[in-house]
């Protein structure tokens, strides 16, 4: 069982920025895809960015230039580094990792809420 812990989630001014950690209790961190995803109120989860072990995968048209994923195998953390916030950017958080079917865990969300 793997568990994960977010972090730094808060309340920003739009333009802001904040970093999210996922810290997970896992021994090969690196066989796993990282993720963050996102579900704002009333709307479905959403893929916001994901990295492999040899580095970032997908994200989200929406946060193209503003948000990096970077991950550090040797400590057991993902990051999320979200720059230049807009209010629709406001959602639960999340950290996910997924290494096959049956090894899919996720966080219990950290809030992130930008002000206009």
């Known amino acids: 069982q793997v568990q994960l812990v977010e972090s730094g989630g808060g309340l920003v001014q739009a333009g802001g920025s904040l970093r999210l950690s996922c810290a997970a209790s896992v021994t090969k961190l690196n066989i796993y895809t990282m993720g963050w995803y996102r579900q704002a109120p009333g709307k479905e989860r959403e893929l916001v960015e994901a990295?492999?072990?040899?580095?970032?995968?997908n994200y989200a048209d929406s946060v193209k230039g503003r948000f990096t994923i970077s991950r550090d195998n040797a400590r057991n953390t993902v990051h999320l580094q979200m720059n230049s916030l807009k209010p629709e950017d406001t959602a639960v958080y999340f950290c996910?990792?997924?290494?096959?079917?049956?090894?899919?865990?996720w966080g219990q969300g950290t809030q992130v809420t930008v002000s206009s």
């Open positions: 996910n990792a997924f290494w096959r079917p049956g090894n899919n865990y």
């Open positions: 990295i492999t072990g040899g580095g970032p995968t």
